[in-house]
Structure formats: structure tokens, C-alpha cells
């Protein structure tokens, strides 16, 4: 499948079905913690980019062979750029009750017509990070003409008029965005878009940039208890019941690792295969060049860059 990845286990949704509406690192932004690269278009101008009537065909089968808790709108790059997310979120609708989560770093919400897009999901989770544009801007390295107010414009209007849960995560960066200042000015205006859930973020797999460093935990404690009830510590989610079930096993595997970098455990529990059998496969897939290694903090995380 070209558009559909997973189910994956999600640290925030369960097991996840990715449906991925835009080209690789097609992007409003290029930031340093991302996870899966460089942005090599960034622009803020939505476009169809990939066939509706594709998507649905193979969202379609995928969901003959799969029980996913949510369907999520992300992949490898900026969903809101797509200008017919509306027909897929609607189309979901049609065809499941499962519910719909849409993953964005929340850029475009202060366009009327990007926001009217997307009032239909279930669950969306935009990124807010840092209410200052300077650091906005080291953060982030948005398109040109983006700032800090224009994002906390959106976010403040996508809540006046979404009905559906805000889960607003931030990621925090060691010595860019936990200062007191910082955290302070965040609080300020999280409390006064009001979310549903502050989940709390920071690097846990190999980011873009060596200067994105990991905020360590006890410092993520003390930010979270400072943020309030509403927050909590986004960490690796349990092995669940469900599990998926692919055709073809280094397929799926690829397909999970050429969006973002996986764990041993994550690649396991998708397969519903043992530590032991999982790490026979990578071993394989390794040896072929299908995949590669990268080690970041203590865990080690696979890579895929080629197209099947």
C-alpha cells in the first residue's frame, strides 16, 4: 500500500491505522526534532497531492484486516496540506465508527478554510511548543511569513469552534524551550485555549538535528506537574490485544520504518511476533539493506529510506 501503514501501537491512540495524505517531508515547517528528516518542500499552500479515490481503495482493504482503535490523519509530512482531507475524514465516516485522530503541528488553523477541513475528526492533536516567535523560529524553521501569534490565532479559533477532544502536545527541547520563561508563557496561553489533555513531549527517537537534546525526566515531571491536571508525560504505550495481520511481514516492516524510526518492541507488537522471532527478521532484513540501524539514548531504532 502507497498510503496506508500500521496498525502501529501509538503512545497516544491505541493502535493506530496511518493514512499518510502527503508526499515524504512535504512540510510547513523543518524542525529540529523531527523524526523523520529534513523538510524538502516547504511550503503553507494546500494541494489534492495524492489521489482520493486511491486512498479510499486501500483504506478500504486495509480495514477488512484490521481492528484499529483510531484511524490517524499524519504520515511524512503535514496533513492539513491536503486540500481534500475533508473527503477522507468524510469517507471514514461512511465506513467505520472507528474513531478519527488527525496528527498536525497545528500551522494552518488560522486559515478559515483549512479549520473547516478538518471539524469533522474526532481527535486532533496540534503541536504548540513555545509562545515566543524567536524561539518559534529556532524550533520550528517555518515557511517564510509564519509566526508564533499566527499559530496561537488558529489554535484559539480551532477551539471556539471544533466540538471534538484537543490533545495540544509540546515538545520540549533541553536549553531551547523548558526555561522558566518559557514554561510560564506556554501555561498561559494552553490554559486559555484549553485543551482536553497537555501531553508532553520530547526526543525519543533520532531527530533531525543534533541540537534537539531530551529534556530528562525528572524535569519532564517537575513541567508537568507545573502545567497542571490536564498534563501528562506522553511515554511508550503498552502491548495491546489487537495486533495487526500483513500479508507480507518485511513489507510491513518497511512501510513502518521509512515514516519514522521504530523500536524492536513497536515492530513486535504490530507483527504480533515474539522479541526472539522479530529479531531474526531484522537481522534478515539488515543483511538485505532493507532497513538500518540507528542508536539514540539507550534504544536502539530502525530505518527504512528506500521505496519498495
Not at 217 to 238: L, T, W
Amino acid at each position: 500500500m502507497s498510503y496506508i501503514f500500521g496498525p502501529l501501537p501509538s503512545r497516544r491512540l491505541g493502535l493506530s491505522l496511518g493514512v499518510d495524505l502527503i508526499p515524504s517531508k512535504t512540510c510547513t515547517y523543518d524542525c529540529l526534532y523531527c523524526e523523520v528528516g529534513k523538510t524538502t518542500c516547504h511550503t503553507i499552500d494546500a494541494q489534492p497531492f495524492v489521489s482520493v479515490e486511491e486512498i479510499k481503495g486501500e483504506l478500504g482493504a486495509a480495514l477488512l484486516n484490521s481492528n484499529p482503535d483510531t484511524i490517524t490523519l499524519a504520515g511524512s509530512g503535514e496533513p492539513t496540506l491536503n486540500s481534500e482531507i475533508d473527503k477522507i475524514i468524510s469517507f471514514i465516516k461512511e465506513k467505520t465508527d472507528i474513531k478519527t485522530a488527525l496528527l498536525t503541528n497545528g500551522s494552518l488553523f488560522w486559515k478559515q478554510e483549512v479549520l473547516e477541513k478538518v471539524l469533522a475528526a474526532d481527535i486532533i492533536l496540534p503541536t504548540l511548543s513555545t509562545v515566543f516567535n524567536d524561539t518559534f523560529k529556532i524550533i520550528h524553521r517555518p515557511y517564510h511569513g509564519l509566526n508564533a501569534y499566527m499559530i496561537i490565532k488558529g489554535l484559539k479559533e480551532l477551539r471556539k469552534r471544533y466540538r471534538g477532544l484537543i490533545f495540544i502536545e509540546v515538545i520540549l527541547l533541553s536549553g531551547i524551550n523548558d526555561s522558566e520563561k518559557e514554561l510560564e508563557g506556554l501555561k498561559a496561553i494552553v490554559d486559555e485555549v484549553s485543551p482536553d489533555k497537555i501531553q508532553l513531549n520530547t526526543v525519543v527517537r533520532p531527530p533531525s538535528e543534533h541540537r534537539a537534546v531530551a529534556v530528562d525526566n525528572f524535569k519532564m515531571e517537575k513541567i508537568r506537574d507545573f502545567m497542571g491536571h490536564k498534563a501528562e508525560i506522553i511515554c511508550y504505550s503498552p502491548s495491546g490485544e489487537k495486533t495487526a495481520r500483513h500479508d507480507s511481514e518485511r513489507v510491513s516492516v518497511i512501510e513502518m520504518a521509512k515514516r519514522r524510526p521504530v523500536r524492536l518492541v513497536d515492530i513486535a507488537q504490530a507483527l504480533n511476533k515474539t522479541q526472539e522471532e522479530t529479531e531474526h527478521l531484522l537481522k534478515e532484513m539488515i543483511e538485505k539493506g532493507d532497513v538500518s540501524e540507528k542508536k539514540h539514548g539507550d534504544d536502539i531504532f530502525y530505518i527504512a529510506y528506500m521505496d519498495l
